[in-house]
């Protein structure tokens, strides 16, 4: 499986912007992104996925590199209740093993109110 | 509410003491998977299921079994417990293709 690396925390204040980025230099073209963030006590929930182009939802944008090379994940005003830990993934579309998703360490995202 | 359910959500139980851990969905999903969650691990997969009947070992198997006799049950099978396997257990569920998954809420385990 191709390797994300993040920072292994963030800090940012309630109502600001977010940027959360992840490196993957050895991303095959076949694989997509994927962030999932696990609050406190709760399981992974999912945030946003995408391939080549930006993706934007309900929850969050994510900004992928030309290259494909890196990605950035922006919380576009910060809550208290997004403090979670924040993981980028890489999914091959041609996975078999079911819903494996292979998760690193991830980002630990303060919120300071 | 779509969601995934797993049962018990704390267990303290002796070695040697078979145990299930249960897990349901209810969203008509394929593809359901056990990981386990370990400080300095990060989440590990045990085993997953791409349909019914049709079950295969991920990263991490030894020590578990699973089955999958109806589409919305995905069991997570201790026979023999032991100390090492006290761990934060999650179930997923997801459908078909690169989309989103599922997690239930966890199972607290510890093997005493």
């Known amino acids: 499986d191709a390797k994300t690396t993040q920072p292994n925390s963030m800090e940012s204040n309630e109502e600001e912007p977010v940027h959360l980025p992840c490196n993957h230099s050895?991303?095959?073209?076949?694989?997509?992104i994927h962030w999932y963030r696990q609050l406190p006590s709760q399981g992974p929930e999912y945030v946003i996925h995408g391939l080549t182009s930006n993706v934007n939802n309900r929850m969050a944008s994510l900004a992928i590199a030309e290259d494909r090379k890196s990605s950035t994940l922006i919380l576009h005003r910060a809550t208290l209740r997004d403090a979670a830990v924040y993981y980028c993934?890489?999914?091959?579309?041609?996975?078999?093993?079911?819903?494996?998703?292979?998760f690193g360490e991830g980002t630990q995202l303060t919120v300071n109110p | 509410e779509a969601q995934v359910t797993q049962n018990p959500r704390y267990l303290i139980t002796v070695t040697g003491k078979k145990l299930t851990v249960t897990c349901s969905q209810n969203m008509n999903h394929e593809y359901m998977s056990w990981y386990r969650q370990d400080p300095g691990l990060g989440l590990r997969q045990i085993y997953y299921?791409?349909?019914?009947?049709?079950?295969d070992k991920g990263d991490v198997p030894e020590g578990y079994k699973v089955s999958r006799k109806e589409k919305r049950n995905f069991p997570l099978i201790l026979e023999s417990p032991s100390p090492n396997q006290t761990s934060l257990y999650f179930c997923?569920?997801?459908?078909?293709?690169?989309?989103?998954?599922?997690f239930g809420q966890g199972t607290r385990l510890t093997v005493v």
């Open positions: 997923a569920s997801s459908p078909r293709g690169n989309t989103e998954a599922f």
């Open positions: 299921s791409m349909n019914v009947e049709v079950t």
């Open positions: 050895t991303i095959s073209g076949t694989d997509y």
């Open positions: 993934i890489l999914r091959d579309v041609w996975e078999t093993s079911g819903s494996r998703l292979t």
